[in-house]
Each structure stands twice: as structure tokens, then as C-alpha cells.
Nanobody, 120 residues
């Protein structure tokens, strides 16, 4: 089993920055990639960015590339999301996920989410 713990959310003014962290624990050797998704009120959950743990290859939602940067610390089994030039429309609950592969199955596991609010 893999457990994920997000941190770093909060309230920030437009134009500000935040860095989210997601620490994995448990069967971390089975994790292929980790990522961030977000869900705004009344909207579907959408991809923000993902990164492979071994090579650190990132993938971004096209609309967010350039403002958001995903990175990982393999030694700490932690991924980060640096968010710059934040806009009010970035307000959402941000969820960390992990793509896990075992001998029996592949599955996604999710953290509980961290609220990001961009407002004056």
C-alpha cells in the first residue's frame, strides 16, 4: 500500500506563489510516477502535472506550463509543485496521486487534497 500526504496549501493573493509538497510512504518502490490534479467547485478534476520518479520526466497541462513546475526528490519520495503568478482561477483543491505497479495490478492512489485559494 502507498499513502500520500499533501501539504503547502493556503491563501495567497493574485500574482503570488505557493509550493505544494506530497510525501509518499509505504510501498514506495512500486511507484512509477506521481502527479498533481485539481478540482475547483462545480468542475471536474483536471490534470495539473505529473512526473516519473526514476527519470524525473514531467508532463504538464498545456494551459499551466510556464507558471507551474513539478519536481521530485527521489530520496524523500516527495514531489513538489511550484506555482507562480497565481490567478483566481487557480483556486481549487489540489490532489496528489501516485501510479503504482505491483505484480498483480496497476492502480492509482490519491491523497486527501490541500486547498489553494487565490484571492485578494
Amino acid at each position: 500500500q502507498v499513502q500520500l500526504m499533501e501539504s503547502g496549501g493556503g491563501l495567497v493573493q493574485p500574482g503570488g506563489s505557493l509550493r505544494l509538497s506530497c510525501a509518499a510512504s509505504g510501498s514506495i518502490s512500486n511507484i512509477d510516477a506521481m502527479g498533481w490534479y485539481r478540482q475547483a467547485p462545480g468542475k471536474q478534476r483536471e490534470l495539473v502535472a505529473t512526473i516519473t520518479l526514476e527519470r524525473g520526466t514531467p508532463t504538464y497541462a498545456h494551459s499551466l506550463e510556464g507558471r507551474f513546475t513539478i519536481s521530485r526528490d527521489r530520496a524523500r519520495s516527495t514531489v513538489y509543485l511550484q506555482m507562480n503568478s497565481l490567478k483566481t482561477e487557480d483556486t481549487a483543491v489540489y490532489y496528489c496521486n501516485a501510479e503504482v505497479s505491483t505484480d498483480d495490478m496497476n492502480y492509482l492512489t490519491w491523497g486527501q487534497g490541500t486547498q489553494v485559494t487565490v484571492s485578494t
